[in-house]
């Protein structure tokens, strides 16, 4: 007796899937719209955020009347009343969207994994840099609440024209792009050890004080100094106050060499943030989900 086999064909059968690769950009704008959307429910935090940077305008102002600095940023003129209150709020401007960039990410890392939707966010095939780019999108978004005022504000006390204006906040946004991509490595801190805020928070405050956010770089010794430039956001500081006191201060490079700088920052740190996120990828899924 013969047994009856399916007779072969050179024919290809094709499986097609309901889903479909969902492209960033959707994954980018879907990020933002859930975020909003929650932020929308918590608005007193909102309103705390506003509020902090209220408490921090009056005290540089309170400082800048008690205090003053010399260095060589400002030949000829001191750092003091009405030059140093212009000086720190130029470092109010960036520090809005320090607070969305390096802390964004990492937030997002945080509540997932108190919330238990890491593991899904890292087992589906949407873009995971497209989210964390949503999350950064939408923190910007929220912060314009605080940032309007507080540029505002440097306007008013600088009495800056139109044109120094446009390009403080072209300045803003190159350093913004280049700080998505470090918060984006800060937050694979979290993917790796998971409780790490208080790590980042101690970056956070380092930086700040590193970049020249609270005093001259001509303060701080020479190798602190060399440090310092290795921050995208120490040449975005210097940016800013050269446009905010309409080109009396005294750059660390000619200024269109540190707007190459703040280019090769952004493109740079973009492409080692999207390495360094696709190899935790490989990471986890060679050890398991459950790792992270």
Known sequence: MELAYPRQTAETTITHGLSRP????MTVLATVRKNLQVTRRYLPNLLG??????????????????ISMRGHEMPG????????YVFLLGSLVLFVFTRSTLWGPINA???DLYNGTLEYLYSNPGSRYAYYVGV???EVLVSQVVFIPVFALLALVSGVGLGNMVMMLVACVAVLIALTAMGIMIALLAL?????NSIAEVLGILFEMLAGAYLPLSAFP???QTVSYLLPFTWGYDLVRYYSFQGRWQTILPVWQEWL???LFAVVFTLASRYLLRRAEQLAKRQGLHLI
């Open 49 to 66: 955020n506003l509020l902090q940077m209220a408490v921090r305008v009056a005290f540089f102002l309170l400082l800048s009347n008690t």
């Open 136 to 138: 950064v999108i939408s």
């Open 222 to 224: 020479q190798a602190v």
């Open 261 to 263: 700088v703040v280019a």
């Open 22 to 25: 969902t492209p960033p950009w």
């Open 77 to 84: 003129m001191a750092l003091d009343g009405h030059n140093l």
């Open 192 to 196: 790796v050890w998971r409780q790490v």
């Open 109 to 111: 890392v945080t509540n």
